[in-house]
């Protein structure tokens, strides 16, 4: 009795030092988690939150463009993100005369802000549980197959039966695995104008070497506006909309933090895997990260240099390039991490003692007694599968743009088989913009040079049973030289051509496919994707459905056998609270990090014309001038903080909340030591990044002139 207690005692110590971890949803924080927010400092109620009824902070939230999150900061539907967030936006508005990534872009009244096509934000109006509706008829004995197709109809099912709006929409998706569904009404506006960005030497000051790594001196933020209908409901963009109407915005404080505050952080983040099983977590380390981060390290070299020369490709490489660098960076910490928080020992304890309580049940040990086990194997299994998948998706999926151009044309010949020539007829208007938008930032003379060292890495590295024996011939052909088969391959084919292509679009759906089947590079792309697809995706796929049965009866199990544990889903792109506090970290052995940086820092990274740490000239008289308006404390001004909020991509956006509700930052990167945390999160040194709302408003204010927009917002000082 007394053991048992002594034991109770200590896992819920255990899970109070742990208590930043997790990504809560919304409706459930009354019941799981209003008690300790409010222990930790916060005086809101979940109420004020999360509600249906009324007003609350979850209708300032937005999912923004797919994969980052916003928030409304003044009932003018103004809308801030993070620079890297609307940097495609920024970036496709910029040309060498206007050029807005480099200088920055200030909208000086509503006239000037800049319409984005295709651009979105997304509300959540309600949530529900919808799982018992989704599991019925479900049973555990069901295959993966079965399972499925009931799962699918009823889904179908509890979506027509929710009561929704015209203009809205409702989505469910499976939580915890499949174990439970959760059912999103929505409301999408369509009309997202940018109104304010810095220039990149502020909102992306450090760049790449500063990227995931704390202390940071970065002003990742960007300002657009929601435009809506006469009616305030969403609308296509035309001139006649009008700034969007929130049901809340977000108050921002000017009073600053302090090391212990409490914070809050409520957005969008994009998917973690905290339940997988150790065999899983070690592959992933030891084996595919590897191979991502050394076809990376090739096309970084290439890209980085030709950009360091040219500042046209510097404009036409941006996206593209921060895109590959920041998850290439983003791997080689989580490895690192892992490794050094152990996490591979964590977890195999964990599992001892999860196999442990399961053998003294005699329930449990027939239906989880083996899932370890086979997990072993499968994953075993899977593992050579699961590396030509990684090296040919890296490789012609995601690095070499030819491939991947290839790739989405080879969309166009299937449709021209399956519906026939008139049935493309109409599309090819829409084909020909998305080749003016590849050819807008597309250097054939770069990518011949990632081609010839990525193909290097395919004919020496990949399986020679997942090669392909006509991608074989040609490199033998080539003397099995990659530069000699690049050169072959530009030379020779088409899609590189814009003026060939546009001919062939203007001459119809039959020209244009008989250019592409005619075409080398699209043959060499295609021998490899459908070698790949029938030797290496298909056996991936079969295994890969199996682990997910497993792992839905793995989290399960779980649940049941750690009942003193309190369980959050896996993020899975919807929206979600995670809580903590502004602190500080020991990084390793005598490095204490200080949770918060100041203008003074920037000063001191400063190089000099530097493509990543230059400082722009108005910003630097500024801080000689300690031209701070009311936003410095103790004659310092603010630029970044940390704190021990559980955040994923996707939470790039997201407002760091105070304890009553207010906006005190933006949350934009995790540090260095802690990106592991979406396998194998570790309270002592995970620390989300988040800009100071003070530094935003001094950007916005003193440095840009755009007063305007400061005055357009709700300033509070809460500590008095
Ligand atoms: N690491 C942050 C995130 O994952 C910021 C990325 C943008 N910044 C950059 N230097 N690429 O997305
Ligand atoms: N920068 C990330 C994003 O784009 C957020 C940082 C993270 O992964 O935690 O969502």
Redesign the pocket.
Do not use: E, L, P, V
């Given at each position: 009795m007394k053991k048992t207690f002594i034991i109770l005692l200590i896992t819920w110590i255990a899970n109070l030092a742990l208590a930043t971890e997790g990504m809560w949803i919304p409706l459930l924080l009354k019941q799981l988690n209003e008690a300790e927010m409010r222990a930790m400092g916060m005086k809101m109620s979940a109420e004020d939150i999360y509600s249906v009824n009324r007003g609350s902070l979850k209708d300032a939230i937005v999912l923004f463009g797919g994969g980052c999150t916003g928030e409304v900061i003044s009932g003018q539907g103004l809308l801030l993100t993070?620079?890297?967030c609307g940097?495609g936006q920024i970036q496709s508005h910029s040309t060498l005369e206007n050029n807005y990534l480099q200088d920055g872009f200030w909208a000086m009244s509503r006239k000037e802000e800049l319409p984005n096509p295709g651009l979105s934000v997304t509300f959540i109006v309600r949530i529900e549980d919808v799982t018992a509706q989704v599991l019925e008829n479900v049973t555990p004995e069901m295959h993966y197959k079965e399972r499925q197709a009931w799962v699918s109809r009823n889904t179908e099912q509890a979506k027509s039966a929710a009561a929704r709006e015209s203009y809205q929409d409702v989505m469910i998706r499976p939580f915890f695995e499949g174990n439970q569904y959760y059912l999103f009404v929505t409301e999408t506006y369509r009309d997202i104008r940018l109104v304010g960005a810095p220039p990149s030497s502020i909102g992306?000051f450090?760049?790449?070497t500063?990227?995931?790594v704390w202390p940071r001196h970065?002003g990742?933020f960007s300002l657009f506006r929601i435009y809506a209908g006469p009616d305030n409901k969403p609308a296509d963009y035309s001139p006649d909309n009008v700034p969007f109407q929130p049901r809340h915005f977000l108050p921002v404080s000017l009073d600053g933090v302090s090391e212990g505050d409490f914070t809050m952080v409520f957005g969008f983040p994009g998917r973690t895997e905290e339940y997988l099983p150790s065999p899983a977590v070690a592959q992933r380390v030891d084996v595919l990260n590897p191979i991502r981060i050394g076809i990376r390290d090739r096309s970084l070299n290439i890209i980085d240099e030709e950009m360091r020369r040219d500042p046209q490709v510097r404009i036409q490489y941006a996206s593209k390039q921060?895109?590959i660098?920041?998850?290439w960076?983003?791997w080689i910490g989580e490895s690192q991490g892992v490794k050094a928080t152990d996490g591979i020992g964590r977890k195999k304890a964990f599992e001892r003692e999860f196999q442990k309580r399961v053998e003294a049940n005699p329930e449990w040990k027939k239906q989880y007694g083996g899932l370890l086990s086979q997990f072993e194997k499968l994953y075993a299994e899977q593992e050579p599968f699961a590396k030509s998948r990684e090296y040919i998706g890296e490789i012609a999926g995601r690095n070499i743009e030819l491939f991947s151009l290839a790739n989405s044309l080879h969309g166009v010949v299937k449709q021209y088989e399956a519906n026939g020539a008139a049935a493309l007829e109409s599309r090819m208007p829409r084909i020909q913009s998305y080749l003016d938008g590849f050819f807008k930032d597309y250097r054939p003379e770069i990518d011949q040079l990632v081609f010839a060292s990525l193909m290097e890495v395919y004919y020496n590295e990949v399986n020679p049973a997942h090669q392909s024996e006509f991608a074989i011939e040609q490199f033998v052909n080539a003397g099995k030289s990659p530069a000699e088969l690049a050169r072959i391959v530009f030379t020779k084919t088409k899609l590189v051509k814009p003026e060939a292509l546009k001919q062939a679009i203007s001459a119809g759906p039959d020209a244009f496919v008989q250019l592409l089947k005619e075409d080398y590079a699209y043959a060499l792309v295609r021998s490899i994707s459908e070698v790949s697809e029938g030797k290496v995706l298909g056996e991936y796929d079969r295994i890969q459905s199996e682990i997910d049965l497993l792992q839905q009866q793995y989290m399960k199990a779980q649940m049941e056998v750690f009942p003193e544990k309190r369980f959050y889903p896996d993020a899975n792109g919807t929206l979600r609270v995670t809580y903590g506090q502004v602190a500080g970290y020991q990084a390793r052995d005598a490095v204490h990090y200080q949770p918060m940086t100041y203008l003074e820092g920037v000063m001191e990274k400063y190089v000099p014309g530097d493509y990543e740490f230059d400082v722009p000239e108005k910003l630097r008289e500024l801080y000689r001038n300690k031209d701070y308006g009311s936003y410095a404390e103790d004659g310092k001004l603010p630029v970044c903080f940390i704190g021990s909020n559980h955040t994923t991509?996707g939470n790039?956006g997201s407002p760091a909340i105070d304890a009553h509700g207010n906006l005190i930052g933006l949350n934009?990167?995790?540090v260095w030591e802690g990106t592991m945390s979406d396998i194998n999160y570790d309270a002592s040194i995970c620390r989300n990044i988040m800009v100071d709302v003070r530094y935003i408003l001094f950007i916005v204010d003193k440095y840009a002139g755009a007063g305007h927009l400061v005055e357009e917002m709700k300033l509070v000082r809460p500590k008095g």
């Open positions: 993070n620079h890297h940097y992306k450090g760049a790449d500063d990227n995931w970065t990742d921060a895109r660098a920041n998850a960076k983003k991509g790039s934009f990167d995790r």
